[in-house]
Each structure stands twice: as structure tokens, then as C-alpha cells.
């Protein structure tokens, strides 16, 4: 079991920075590959972002690319949404997600949400223009 407890959102205006935590429980959190997503008011929820779980391998979808970076401590159990540059359209809630499988080969990254199974319960981010 893995337990994710997303925090750092905020209200911002357009062109800020933001730093998003996602804080784990337990002492496999090195053996998930982690994942970002958000769902914005009326919207669907959708993939943002997703680093492996040893060898820091990253992936972001374009809206994002060169805007936003995944990092991860394992020493601290915890993964972390560097937003810079923000804009209105980034405004969403956020949510931080583990891997269904544990022990993925290095590397790996998770890119579809059915392939998620813990969940944190997410963090508000809004962009004011």
C-alpha cells in the first residue's frame, strides 16, 4: 500500500512558479514509478507528466514541455511538479499517482492512468492572467 498526500498549490498569476510535493507513506516508494496529472473545472483528468522510479527518466506531455519538471527524492519518499511559467490554462487541480506495479524495469514510465492505482487526493492550482 502506498499512501500520497499531494501539497504546495496555490493561487498565482500567470508567469509564476510553483513547487508541488507529493509526500508517500511506506518504505518501497523507491519501487513505483510516479506520475502527474491534473483535471481542470468541467474538464477530464489528464496526464501531465511521469518520472521512472531509480533512474529519473522523465516524460511530459507538450502543453508542458520546458515549463514543467518531475523530480523525485527517494530518501524522502517524495516527488515533486516544478511549474515554471504558469499560465491560465494551467489551472487544475493536481494529483501525484504510483505505479500499479512495483519494481518496473529501470526507466520505465507509466503514461496511461489505468496503470495508476494510488492516488493522493490533489492540490489546487490557479492561474490568474
Known amino acids: 500500500q502506498v499512501q500520497l498526500v499531494e501539497s504546495g498549490g496555490g493561487l498565482v498569476q500567470a508567469g509564476d512558479s510553483l513547487r508541488l510535493s507529493c509526500a508517500a507513506s511506506?518504505?518501497?516508494?523507491?519501487?513505483?514509478?510516479m506520475g502527474w496529472f491534473r483535471q481542470a473545472p468541467g474538464k477530464e483528468r489528464e496526464f501531465v507528466g511521469a518520472?521512472?522510479?531509480?533512474?529519473?527518466?522523465?516524460y511530459y506531455v507538450d502543453s508542458v514541455k520546458g515549463r514543467f519538471t518531475i523530480s523525485r527524492d527517494n530518501a524522502k519518499n517524495t516527488v515533486y511538479l516544478q511549474m515554471n511559467s504558469l499560465k491560465p490554462e494551467d489551472t487544475a487541480v493536481y494529483y501525484c499517482?504510483?505505479?500499479?506495479?512495483?519494481?518496473?524495469?529501470?526507466?520505465?514510465?507509466?503514461?496511461?492512468?489505468?496503470?495508476?492505482?494510488?492516488w493522493g487526493q490533489g492540490t489546487q492550482v490557479i492561474v490568474s492572467s
Open positions: 511506506g518504505r518501497t516508494f523507491s519501487s513505483y514509478a
Open positions: 499517482a504510483a505505479s500499479r506495479t512495483a519494481a518496473l524495469p529501470s526507466g520505465t514510465l507509466v503514461v496511461s492512468d489505468r496503470e495508476y492505482k494510488y
Open positions: 518520472i521512472s522510479r531509480t533512474d529519473d527518466s522523465t
